[in-house]
């Protein structure tokens, strides 16, 4: 069964830019959440998608937006680049159900390591 | 809000030794879960185990176990027969218990580092 592949798993970008992040969760799952990780904050919720629609959000500015497609596929993307933003970006896939052994579990995958100069 | 707190930045323990890491956590749920996760230098985000507050059993997964004391607000990780795949920054995470929810409240972890 393959695990949560994102992509790319590393870029940089210059300030002001705009970046699209994509995410392909577990095959069967429906929930997809993102993540921010920096060595001053900590990880953070960013926001999560079930079924196309934004299920839950973060405390997090509006240049960071997400979609989630038909085949469960997310991406998220941050405009108008600041240095502050450069970060490892996690996403994690789950069922999305309440409910099983499996609920309210993610899975996460590896990472895209954001650098912003 | 939750906040969950690992005050310990980092740890070192001795290979096949045991070693246990501390959490505590804030809440005003009643029923919530809580976990453990693994990030290794790959920084791939492991789940090591989960604990469900309303079980009062101990959660425990081969080498891993928790001792999970609910009215304390407390959730320790124990790792037994430490090996050095074990070496990685390990994290507490709250999750409220409210049907599907994939939102994650994590501490700001621990390095632990494990001696051949």
């Not at chain 1, 497609?69 to 405009?79: A, H, K, L, Q």
Request: with cysteine; glycine share 8%; charged share 15%.
């Amino acid at each position: 069964k393959a695990g949560v592949t994102q992509t790319p798993r590393y870029l940089i970008k210059t300030r002001g830019q705009q970046v699209t992040l994509s995410c392909s969760p577990i095959s069967g799952h429906r929930s997809v959440s993102w993540y921010q990780q920096t060595p001053g904050q900590g990880l953070q919720f960013l926001f999560e998608y079930f079924s196309e629609t934004q299920r839950n959000k973060g405390n997090f500015p509006g240049r960071f937006s997400g979609r989630q497609f038909s085949n469960s596929r997310s991406e998220m993307n941050v405009s108008t680049l600041e240095l502050g933003d450069s970060a490892l970006y996690l996403c994690a896939s789950s069922s999305g159900l309440a409910g099983g052994s499996g609920a309210n579990v993610l899975t996460f995958g590896a990472g895209s390591r954001l650098t912003v100069l | 809000a939750q906040t969950v707190t690992q005050s310990q930045p980092e740890m070192s323990v001795q290979e096949a030794e045991t070693v246990t890491l501390s959490c505590t956590y804030d809440t005003s749920e009643s029923n919530y879960y809580l976990f453990w996760y693994k990030q290794p230098p790959s920084r791939q985000m492991i789940l090591v185990i989960r604990q469900e507050a309303y079980k009062q059993q101990n959660a425990t997964e081969n080498r891993f176990s928790v001792n999970f004391q609910k009215a304390a607000k407390s959730f320790s990780l124990k790792i037994s027969d430490s090996q050095l795949g074990d070496t990685a920054m390990y994290f507490c995470a709250f999750m409220k218990h409210t049907g599907a929810n994939s939102k994650l409240t994590f501490g700001k972890g621990i390095t632990l580092s494990v001696r051949p």
